[in-house]
């Protein structure tokens, strides 16, 4: 009886004890959630970058902490969809328990877990999950090794979002962002389309497009973005499907991304004639008096033909620079037009 009440009298002098740090850290990486909706923000990383992370991490250990958000299951679930699979994450909506939420380390977390590595957090917070996706978009921009596509994505889906949340056009977002990335509002708003093509894909096939493995023209990507498919698209041969049967044919996806060296030679050709000169009546409308409106868009024309001449010095059987051409030559006609 006497060790049972000396257990008694212990339990009480610890029952107001707060958990320590460890404790705390312990409990929040045991309980640490994973969304989907925020994983897919992360660009993929190709092959040889995950192995030389891997590498590094088994020899070096995970020396940057993974950034958790700390909140409450009420809201992130005001910040998904009604249908989201991620709501099945969560506990039960007691908000005085808090959730904890992966926004940074999605790489680095998958490799702790595959190898039992231990890593430090970095507890953060936001009043919503909307300034969670904000925060990692622009977090991504920032980094150095992004791909033309993924830049591209990651600017078109922040577009989407602030669009969508300035319905009655308080704002000129497009014109925002292009600021805010220095870039043209015209490249802001392709992107708008490009993303929301890409999100047709399926999780697989948008993985591979965003790390090069695939190639999704942006012509196909707009087409996309106008006749949204029912279900996601799983396969390049699915996609070539899909994009036959809508209203405004192109050439198929496979014409696109491994254009043919007759098709680039022509392409060039006609590119070529473009940056010496365009057709005389459209050069003619470029002639206004100096300070009206033709004079700067004879400024911003003679831009986009230097940018086609330094295109026109790479490698244009490159897939990646051809496509920059044919962005740029598009610009320059509606320039014009």
Sequence with gaps: MAKTRALDKLKEKTADLKPTVFTQEVYIKANLIVLPELRNLIPPLREDEFQQLESNLLANGIKDPLTIWETTATVVAEGLGPDSASLDLLPAKDDSNKVYVLIDGHNRYDLAMAHRLDYRINIIDFESLDKVRDYMINFQLGRRNLTPEQASYLRGLRYNKLKEGNR???????????????????TIKRDSDYAKGVDGLSPELKNEVLAGKAKLPRAAAKALARDKPDKPIETLDELNTVLEKLPKTFRNLDELKGQPEEYNDEKSRQIDALIKGVAPEKQARGKDPVGGEGSSRGEASQTLRQDLKSLMEQDITKKEVLLAIIDKAKALLEELD
Aim: glycine share 0%; charged share 25%.
């Design 168 to 186: 009655f056009d308080r704002i000129n977002v497009a014109q925002q962002l292009a600021e805010e990335y220095s870039v043209s509002t015209r």
